[in-house]
């Protein structure tokens, strides 16, 4: 993401978004002919360029660029959301597809407009997944919308040596035996105990792993209550139960299911985080607004940034590279305008290792006082 954001070309990089979504569009008609008319208007404003040299290099680049955007909007092929990147000086282009859909956008600027794909890669997070029975357990991986299996454990059943016959107190004087049905049901328990001890230890292992922010867990009440508590205490805020019973889905079904679930676990997320933000700048360890994030950011302080990717942030660039919002230029008198400090904004995140999240209507909700601009600062 750094690689691409950083990116540029002189005669600009087109980036096409295209919700490939066959279960609504089988043939991608309506689809194809949404991005022509979109590609179509591009061509048109860039007609209408003054600069003659211009005009004729960037028309003639998006004429011989338009076959392979056009293979974007193809029925048959694998991902609901498709995404290009391509230079149109060059013969550079990047491909990009997952299985949740994207908005339709074919936009062109001076390096890649990537808000978009930092929006599915921020929703799009691995989560991890147990659905458990009383003689099994998946334990899978969503991300992105694919679902993948990574481990299907089963429960052991061991024959018991011996089981005592009678009843409680039906012995001899003194000796009391434990009837069949109690001896096979504390038997289960153990196993089932040792079952389940073993499922959250592999599920700990694979978040810690593979970077688990969330888990969720489903199965019949009586084993989802059990299993829950026995993950350890570092794990335990990120683990969620689902009150659907998910043994019987099928993959397509289950894949669905999550991606339902993850929808809206995500929303919740944003509401959280956007609340953190503002009750952190009250305590000096969050910033909100544009001067504040701009500043947080020069200084490397900034831990995770939010914006709302429907406002444009504007502001100006010093010559040192410092970033300032809005009509601001610090010490350095050389500032230079800059129409697309949101790029700049996340650049500079991704250069300092801060943690990215856009949240769409934030600057018309919660942070609305601070245009939708905020962050959580290290110190």
Known sequence: MRELSQRS???GVLSVYVNADQRHDPNLQATGIDLRNRYRELQRRVSQDADADKRRNVGAALERLW????????AGKSGRGRIAFAALGSDWIMRLESQMPVGNRVVLDSGPFIHPLLELLDEGRRAGVVVVSGDA???????????????RLAQEYIEAPHERAGQIGGGPAGQFNTPVREQRQARERDRS???LDQVTHVAAELS???GWERILVSGEERWT???VPKFPQDLRDRVFVDPRILNGFDDAELAAAITEWVHAQHKERESHLLAQVRAAAGTGLGALGLSEVAAALNAGRVAHLVYDPEVRYVGTVGRDGALYGGDERGTSPEATPEPRLTERLVERALQTGARISPVEGAAGGTLGEAAGVGALLRW
């Open 9 to 11: 070309d002189a005669l």
């Open 67 to 74: 076959p392979q955007i056009e293979t974007l909007a193809v």
């Open 137 to 151: 357990a998946r334990l899978l991986e969503w991300r992105l919308g694919s679902l993948r299996e990574l481990s």
């Open 193 to 195: 105990q040792r079952f």
């Open 208 to 210: 810690r792993e593979r």
């Open 225 to 227: 209550q059990t299993i």
